[in-house]
């Protein structure tokens, strides 16, 4: 092997050793700190590593990967009752705004969903104040914001938010068009289409998730 050629697999594995460091870093500081923004996180994990070779930033969705094991490590007791906190809500929310036919996503639809989480639900309606008068019909204070969702490299809109609190857990719900149903905007994490679902698909997951409960407590009752 010439000496170029070790220098080059040299830098290939201090390069991956750093991108791996800087993921489980920033995954660390998403889980502790509430950082919800990837980008964020992978900056001041960097930093804070005093890594500064952009190359060496790993992609969200590796960030997400050391996020799902860092809360199996670290938090197997208490993350799986948090999100199972979350889909509780997030059933008795969809069932509550069923006319917006809304879809659950994020990190409580994706599983990662811990203390800092908020329910996240996309709402539809192609009158964009309706949901804001439905919750203040129903005495929901809400704080507005708006959001800039990725169709494309082109194509980035920008949407009402619509934040409240319900049972001391937040909700964050986006308003989009009724077309927007059939086209989902881009995941932040691999630039795929974003995973939503319906309150069925929800009602299912929580319907498992209480089974595989059930059964453990069997197993370790006849154990």
């Known amino acids: 092997m010439s000496r170029g050629e070790h220098h080059r697999i040299h ?3 201090r390069l991956q ?8 870093e920033a995954a660390r500081l998403m889980s502790e700190q509430g950082i919800r923004d990837f980008h964020h996180a992978k900056l001041k994990a960097a930093e804070r590593l005093g890594i500064l070779d952009a190359q060496a930033l790993p992609r969200n969705l590796e960030i997400e990967r050391a996020l799902r094991e860092h809360q199996r490590l670290f938090q197997a007791d208490s993350q799986p009752q948090l999100l199972l906190r979350r889909r509780t809500a997030a059933v008795e929310a969809m069932r509550f705004l069923a006319q917006f036919e809304p879809r659950l996503v994020g990190a409580v639809l994706e599983g990662t969903a811990d203390a800092h989480s908020a329910v996240c639900l996309h709402v539809f309606s192609d009158d964009a104040d309706a949901v804001e008068r439905y919750l203040s019909e129903h005495g929901v204070p809400v704080e507005g914001q708006v959001r800039r969702l990725r169709y494309s490299r082109s194509e980035q809109p920008e949407y009402p938010v ?3 609190a319900a049972d001391e857990l937040p909700f964050d719900l986006t308003v989009l068009p009724r ?5 989902p905007p881009l995941d932040r994490t691999d630039d795929r289409p ?4 319906s309150l069925v698909q929800v009602e299912m997951m929580l319907s498992e998730a209480f089974g ?5 407590r069997t197993g370790a009752a006849r154990r």
């Open 11 to 13: 830098a290939h594995d």
């Open 17 to 24: 050793r750093n991108r791996l460091l800087i993921a489980q």
């Open 162 to 164: 619509l934040l409240f």
């Open 179 to 183: 077309n927007a149903l059939r086209r």
């Open 194 to 197: 974003m995973r939503r679902a």
């Open 212 to 216: 595989d409960a059930v059964q453990r």
